[in-house]
């Protein structure tokens, strides 16, 4: 069965700090990597994506690093602001339209003002 | 562009009781999805739609659950007995073609039905 599992489960960082999610992913035909935030009431909405043949992708404050032999790839939130007290999910999906996306199950993140 | 629509926000039923949600998708999006979201856990695929046709309804209860797109525009998607497990955000989401280039159109989610089986 696919799956991705994403640590830590909640996460408490200080403003200005630098919020880290982990995910790892088993399923190799995986190709791309999305990452996912919602707030409370709504619905996740897309962050930022990474295909494996990049090491790191960076949008603003946000990076994802992905190790492809680990099959690991983390979420970095550089200079975290309370605004971005959300929850996070990871998500992985095998090449082709009709395969479905694989969420890991959230990391809860709180900075503090 | 308008969001994907969901109604209703909040839906309080009884064990045993039939549900319906409905969903409008992002105009000229010909990829739908909806999603079951328990509490604490990720969003889980019950089915997709490629305009009125199903792709994928494996992880569907089709003993209790279906889903219908009969237009390839609005859906809706029906629980009929609900279970006390039942209880979820129902989430849809729609995406421009899964037919892009690598089939990674990004998926544009409404905010949900939440759920709650009495």
């Known amino acids: 069965q696919q799956q991705v599992k994403q640590s830590p489960q909640s996460l408490i960082v200080q403003k200005g700090g630098i919020s880290i999610i982990n995910c790892a992913y088993e399923?190799?035909?995986?190709?791309?990597f999305p990452w996912y935030q919602q707030f409370p009431g709504k619905g996740p909405a897309l962050l930022i994506a990474?295909?494996?043949?990049?090491s790191e992708k960076k949008e603003g404050r946000f990076t994802i690093s992905f190790n492809k032999s680990a099959k690991q790839f983390s979420l970095h939130i550089m200079d975290s602001q309370p605004g971005d007290s959300a929850t996070y999910f990871c998500?992985?999906?095998?090449?082709?339209?009709?395969?479905?996306?694989?969420f890991g199950s959230g990391t809860q993140l709180t900075v503090l003002p | 562009e308008a969001g994907v629509a969901q109604s209703p926000r909040y839906k309080i039923i009884e064990k045993r009781q039939s549900v319906a949600f409905w969903c409008n998708p992002i105009?000229?999006?010909?990829?739908l999805y909806w999603y079951q979201q328990i509490l604490g856990q990720g969003p889980k695929l019950l089915i997709q739609f490629q305009n009125n046709g199903v792709v994928d309804d494996s992880q569907l209860p089709k003993d209790r659950f279906s889903a219908e797109r009969l237009k390839g525009v609005d859906s809706t998607l029906k629980i009929q007995p609900a279970k006390l497990e039942d209880s979820a955000v129902y989430l849809c989401a729609s995406s421009l073609d899964g037919q892009g280039r690598n089939g990674n159109q990004p998926q544009h989610f409404g905010d949900g039905t939440r759920l709650s089986i009495l």
């Open positions: 998500a992985g999906k095998p090449s082709g339209s009709a395969r479905q996306l694989t």
């Open positions: 399923n190799t035909a995986f190709d791309y």
């Open positions: 105009s000229g999006h010909a990829t």
């Open positions: 990474i295909r494996p043949d990049v």
